[in-house]
């Protein structure tokens, strides 16, 4: 089965700061990455599909880019109501393997 | 807009079942595959596998095969994720999710139901 690592596992960073969190796949997934948002005591939320095409209703401060193994999800200005879990998830094939996670705080 | 919802959380021994229900609305049921992925205490997402409500088709995490059973019934746009043999490691948030695209392609899961608490416990 393909893995997902992301790293960090956590960070923390201030009001406005730019955030970048990566997600590796152990094998070669095209652009079948999604990224989610998980607030505390929350459902999951989906953020970006297709590496990079952002899901409706999302703010455009979230991106993601990548493509093969490598990709990113960035916060270009982080927001208080950002803190979250964010995990990636490939979906190209079975099983639809999530990442372990990236927590994400306010300094 | 599609809706899941689930049924109440359950309390079960080890070695029990549990069985869980989604009941969908908002959209075609038949149209978006359903997934179910679960969530330990303090740990990360797990998918548990997909059903197609279309076709009854299924796939499993191998983890699971054998011992948990998806199934679906139009008549109430319902799913329903059994899973048997239970133990400590099974108390979790299960969810289940919708397939953001209709058929059979790739996709991410863009609805979500509310999640409901399995323990396990003697």
């Known amino acids: 089965d393909i893995q997902m690592t992301q790293s960090p596992s956590s960070l923390s960073a201030s009001v406005g700061d730019r955030v970048t969190v990566t997600c590796r796949a152990s094998?070669?997934?095209?652009?079948?990455l999604a990224w989610y948002q998980q607030r505390p005591g929350k459902v999951p939320k989906l953020l970006i599909y297709a590496a990079s095409t952002l899901q409706s209703g999302v703010p455009s401060r979230f991106s993601g880019s990548g493509s093969g193994t490598d990709f990113t999800l960035t916060i270009s200005s982080l927001q208080p109501e950002d803190v979250a879990t964010y995990y990636c998830?490939?979906?190209?094939?079975?099983?639809?393997?999530f990442g372990q996670g990236t927590k994400v705080e306010i300094k | 807009q599609a809706l899941l919802v689930q049924s109440g959380g359950e309390v079960k021994k080890p070695g029990a079942s549990v069985k869980v229900s989604c009941r969908t609305s908002g959209y075609t049921f038949t149209s978006n595959g359903i997934n179910w992925v679960r969530q330990a205490p303090g740990q990360g997402l797990e998918w548990m596998g997909w059903i197609s409500p279309h076709t009854g088709n299924t796939n499993y995490a191998l983890r699971f095969q054998g011992r948990v059973t998806m199934s679906t019934d139009t008549s109430t746009s319902t799913a329903n994720m059994e899973l048997r043999s239970l133990t400590s490691d099974d108390s979790a948030v299960y969810y289940c999710a919708r397939d953001l695209v209709s058929g059979f392609f790739p996709s991410p899961f863009d609805y979500w139901g509310q999640g409901i608490l399995v323990t396990v416990s003697s």
């Open positions: 998830q490939k979906y190209n094939s079975a099983p639809r393997t």
């Open positions: 094998q070669d997934i095209s652009n079948y």
